[in-house]
């Protein structure tokens, strides 16, 4: 299977019309063929136009149908074997190994939503059964979850396979019963085009709606923007930058129907590193906290942004530690040469401020490399310069020293929403942590000790998100199994007959799921 | 105890120093003492601010402590004995009968919310335990639903005690764990004074920080607006008209941090009834419908206020009975006088519209009463006409003749969201119900047989919500026990020690609660 450049509409492999994209290796430089063409105004109608035919039947799909459609797409990402690795390497720069191993995570959420869809947990079914002779009597009320209906997915540049074309996003709408209609990241078009021809194909091979998927590129912003617009769309999953992120969100608002808007947008992701852990880890906690940093050169929205500490002794050799440790690190090769170039402005803005210093910078790498950047500046100065809080995509930090932990406590309460922070305590700091807790919840979405938020975990018990403007709906997760519900809206029968009822609902319990019956769960 | 003309700005008992609103009994136009004083910008900035200062106590009480909390407030509620229900009388205009049932709801409210609470599901625990020994290691992952936060309630004009002060959207934030600032509706401020006193009073009683409850008054629109503004609040309740929901909307979109905003906001739930079963009981069912339609002289948000149906002398006898039934009605008092105009002008532009007949009226009444009204048009004209779609909060339905089943469905298409629809079917219909299921859920919250949307049951298994623009957001209800979703967020911990850990994620499991571990559910 040779890469064409195209996009797909349903069932049909086409060609866009509409100005073209190239992907470009960003470790040479180079232009990669083939052209992507971009979807016209045609083409995106006519994907929206199959997603709402797809959505009642796909909806109406037993859940198991939709795990098996789930593990083919899996099977058929894994058949796309060694052409799609290298197609990633050469379109994100990052390596093989770790772009192995976000295959198989790529594959094992699908696996995951799969059991989810067994399980028939997500349908949260209620039923409150007729009381006749109560006065008044109650009627029959049963209540599921059912789709929203067709949803936008956008790729992410930094995860190419799992957070992409059938990435968290895909999978999560899918399993929900949702249509979805992707729009590939120009820095990946030949991923895309490879992935979504498995997706494709696998709609075809279950025997599905051809409209429960579609593929389309944006040699722009404009296509992307009306897909969001679209009245047949009925929500968004979203992953990248604040401006990106918050530009959909506004067009979601200004239609006649706004619609959720899944929006991961950005985060700084907040280290604390307690007193006495200094004192016992200094040197061990800075290891771990560069490799967290410099790791996919920093290109993660988990990346350890901002590091809090108490100044004194203990701080003064993390700093130091940390130091050594990136300086002796090689710059590696960044996702495309806009995020490099927007990295080195950010760091440079960084270095350049007033008030803060710069510690330590690693090798200097080729023209779209990230040069890993450590810096320090005061409370007193974060808690003035709110600029210091932007996010730099990349591998740089920027560690605030803080008077005492009541300062420390401050520069919590003054940081925008974010995904994670992460403490790093031993058993004395406990009380002081137990303290801060609190604050720190208010602010993110997982809490994480002793460790560093990047490596997100596929988990029943994950949450990716967090509050505003980390994300754009701190009531979800993007990663986990919890992502489903992002999807899903309750939906009540009141006294419908059982035979018209949706299997999850009638009385037989068909589907041998868990049930809440009468407040009670049974089964 | 009298009526002071007071608001509670946490513990505090206030008369509010901006502007002043009286309440009128809409029965006789008499102004009723004492005025009651519009918060300052002062009393409003202190009620957010000791509601912030209390979200964290109040979100670390064990869910027990909540229950019984939320079950004082009940007993208080209750204590406040017959002149509650003689002042929500002349508040209201509402009878002794409906007013008594309703406080009997309001009082079970917040004992289902205590049920829930001791019952623990809402919490949704998850753990994942480590996997030390994978490559690479699990780390240990419990997520469990945090409340968002302060809370903005507004108080509705058409349940003064069920969805207002100490109403649904009150229970479910106090059982999520989120303060309170309750904005008393103009319309019943004896009654929101003397339910707020019974609230603040359960605070004290219960030993919580002042600031988990206030209510303001507001002499206009100023303060309410102010209170979604301020950056402590973190959601809002709202059930009212379409345009307050939208400016409460956009106020909460112009915020640094946007935040939830659950508005309930118009919806005239749609009735068809099939062939068959006009054949067999038009008449029956016209009975049924002038009942429901006229109940509470039609102020009800599921007030059937669309009638669809393929044309015929089934439909005719449905009219004609409908009609006689609805004729020989007297006028009834509404809520107040800005709600009788606006249904005597919403009636009048109906029935002056070109293609819509008027086929009966009910008795005309006093100032402030509500005229029944029934009225026919075309599916011709109702797909064309936009405006009749608009929601006359009151006692009119507009009948839709349909030439067939494809133009009903066409109509159904075309209507925006609703919070019910209802079918009414004989076994015979059921092949015909089934082909429209898909297009009625595709529109509403909650789906009825046989009967009609108002007599919303609080129960686990109810959906009072639906699709924009019935609501601000189908993927909650604000009704039944799954309401409490509203208000809370999961929260993640990795790697938190045991004694760090909230008791709902504890090891031992000291709360007694399920939880899903490693994706099974134990307990």
Redo the contacts between chains.
Sequence with gaps: MTIQGSMFIGAREVAGGNGSVFAIDPATGETLQPAFGGATSADLDRACALAAEAA?PYA?LAPAERAEFLEAIADGIMALGDELIVRVMAESGLPRGRLEGERGRTCNQLKLFA?VLR?G?YLDV???PALPDRT?P??D???MN?P??PVAVFGASNFPLAFSVAGGDTASSLAAGCPVVAKAHPAHPGTSELVGRAVRDAVAKCGLPEGVFSLIMDSGYAIGSALVADPRIKAVGFTGSRRGGLALQAVS?ARA??I?VYAEMSSINPVVLFPHALAEKAEATAKAFVASLTLGSGQFCTNPGLVLAVEGEGLDRFIAAASEALTALPAQTMLTPGIAKAYREGVSALAGHADVETVARGAEGGAHCGQAGLFVTTAEAFLQEKELQDEIFGAASLVVRCLDMKMLAKVVDALE?QLTAAIHIV?AD?AA??DL??RL??KV???????FGT?V?V?????H?G???AT??????SVGS?AIARF??????????D??LPDALKDANPLAI?R?V??T?QG
Aim: aromatic share 4%.
């Design positions: 009642e109406a059991s399980a947990r209620r039923i409150d008044p109650r009627p009320l049963r209540v059912v929203l209906g608002q129907e706004p959720p929403g058993p406990e942590a137990a807790l609190p919840r208010a979405g997982r809490l994480l000790v002793n460790n490596g975990e988990a029943h018990a994950m949450v998100g509050p505003y403007p754009s709906d701190a009531r979800s997760t919890l899903l809206r309750p939906f009540c029968f009141q006294d419908l007959p035979t018209l868990p809440l009468d407040g769960l």
